[in-house]
Each structure stands twice: as structure tokens, then as C-alpha cells.
């Protein structure tokens, strides 16, 4: 009998520890609406931000130098960003940043802004992307940019 509650303390704690982690890895590349609406200058982010920013949208890695995941997540934006004109992919590496990381909340890498030409942050990842939830939120954007533009597109072709 004594015996017993020990036993059932460690059964208890392997539990929850197993649902929190769970919890914690289905969150991770998910995307987040927590940074929405927030203006990123490419200017705070560096050099190689301002260079490369894209016409209609940014795709903003935030990295570190051991980052296990941030070589893949690196390709991954890349191609969707080579896959869309208009399209950049922009890589901050945040190591020797730490105002970066307190200005954008940065509690793991790699994380991933999208960013609009206004420079407004429409969604956010934290972890390695979804390329699924990555495509889903760029053609929304890109779509709601492309009808914004249409209008004007339409008048501009139709004067000769």
C-alpha cells in the first residue's frame, strides 16, 4: 500500500507531462494572429531586409545560428517565394540581435512573419512552417492584393 501512492504520482506526472508536450508540438507551425497588424520596416531589420523586400508580400524568417529547424524552413520559403511574383523571402539572423527579439516577441526559431507591401504583419508561425497553412495564408493575401489592384488595372488597360 505504500507503494501505491508513489506509483501513482509518477503514472500522474508521465500523464500530464505527455499531454503538455502534445499540446506544445501540435502548436508548433501553426498559424498565429498573435503579431497581426503590427508594421514591420524592413530598415529595423537590417540590410539584406531592405534589399530584398518584396513588391506584393515578405516572407520574414527570424533565425539563430544553431537553429536545428531553420535550414529547412529556409527552403521552404524560398520556394514559395520563388513560386509567387512579387514575392521575397527575407532571413533575420537574430543572434546577435537581442532588440529584435524583444521588439517581435521572439521566444523561438525559426519564427515566420508574412508580411504585406504596407508592411503589415498578416500572420505569424512559430517553429517550422506548414507549407499548407503557408500557402493558404499567402494566396489570401495575394488574392485580396490582386483585388485591390484590379480596378486599377482594368482602368489603366482600357486607356489607349
Not at 507551425?29 to 530598415?43: D, Q
Amino acid at each position: 500500500m505504500d507503494l501505491l501512492l508513489p506509483l501513482g504520482s509518477i503514472t500522474g506526472l508521465v500523464v500530464i507531462a505527455t499531454a503538455l508536450g502534445l499540446a506544445w508540438r501540435a502548436a508548433r507551425g501553426r498559424t498565429s494572429k498573435r503579431s497581426a497588424g503590427e508594421i514591420v520596416e524592413p530598415a529595423t531589420l537590417g540590410a539584406d531586409a531592405v534589399t530584398g523586400w518584396g513588391r506584393d508580400a515578405t516572407l520574414v524568417q527570424f533565425s539563430t545560428e544553431f537553429c536545428s529547424t531553420c535550414p529547412q524552413t529556409r527552403r521552404v520559403l524560398a520556394a514559395e517565394a520563388a513560386a509567387h511574383p512579387g514575392v521575397a523571402h527575407v532571413d533575420v539572423d537574430v543572434t546577435d540581435r537581442p532588440d529584435l527579439v524583444t521588439r517581435f516577441s521572439l521566444l523561438q526559431t525559426p519564427t515566420t512573419l508574412l508580411v504585406d507591401a504596407a508592411g503589415v504583419v498578416r500572420a505569424r508561425w512559430g517553429g517550422a512552417v506548414r507549407p499548407p497553412l503557408l500557402r493558404e495564408s499567402l494566396r489570401g493575401l495575394l488574392s485580396s492584393a490582386s483585388a485591390h489592384q484590379s480596378p486599377a488595372s482594368a482602368h489603366e488597360g482600357s486607356i489607349r
